[in-house]
T-cell receptor, first 112, second 117 residues
């Protein structure tokens, strides 16, 4: 059974700082890994999708890396802004039907 | 890009009644849809996998008779919470995976906040 863990559970940083969110998974036989953000009481917004054959993806100030063999992914946020404050979820697609297993989430607060 | 529409966004119902939540893929065909539940301050937990034209596959611990899932077409899946009770109050969210496009990831609906009183 796939298990996904995110560290840290919560993070508070001053505006402008670069930061790294971590995601680890137990079963390396994955199809893809996706990073989402969730604002309070809202649905999910997809940030980056990394296929199992890829090592990283970039979108604007965001960069996500994937190391399948070690079961790890990181989300790098450059020059953080207050608008980045949200909960960030890592989701791994694996197994039959490419079932998605979510991580525990990292709640980020960027202080102006 | 791929869009998934979920309705209603919020619903309040009386204990004992049933509530239906719809999940539609607007611009792609979704052979598989997933239903999740999220309790406050917790991550999303998969409830069931819905495949077009066949019975849904439920995760361990999820009552199939209570959470009825129907995936009658390639663009629509519904989740019906039957005989709802206050403990069913939660945030329900669906996702869909489509084939044939550049995006092979998962697109999520905006979620439904269910409150049972």
């Amino acid at each position: 059974k796939q298990e996904v863990t995110q560290i840290p559970a919560a993070l508070s940083v001053p505006e402008g700082e670069n930061l790294v969110l971590n995601c680890s998974f137990t079963d390396s036989a994955i199809y893809n890994l996706q990073w989402f953000r969730q604002d309070p009481g809202k649905g999910l917004t997809s940030l980056l999708l990394i296929q199992s054959s890829q090592r990283e993806q970039t979108s604007g100030r965001l960069n996500a890396s994937l190391d399948k063999s070690s079961g790890r992914s990181t989300l790098y946020i450059a020059a953080s802004q207050p608008g980045d404050s949200a909960t960030y979820l890592c989701a791994v697609g694996s197994g039959g039907y490419q079932k998605v297993t979510f991580g525990t989430g990292t709640k980020l607060q960027v202080i102006p | 890009g791929a869009v998934v529409s979920q309705h209603p966004s919020r619903v309040i119902c009386k204990s004992g009644t049933s509530v239906k939540i719809e999940c539609r893929s607007l611009d792609f065909q979704a052979t598989t849809m997933f239903w999740y539940r999220q309790f406050p301050k917790q991550s999303l937990m998969l409830m069931a996998t819905s495949n077009e034209g066949s019975k849904a596959t439920y995760e361990q611990g999820v009552e199939k008779d209570k959470f009825l899932i129907n995936h009658a077409s390639l663009t629509l899946s519904t989740l019906t919470v039957t005989s709802a009770h206050p403990e069913d109050s939660s945030f329900y969210i669906c996702s869909a995976r489509g084939w044939g496009g550049a995006n092979y990831g998962y697109t999520f609906g905006s979620g439904t906040r269910l409150t049972v009183v």
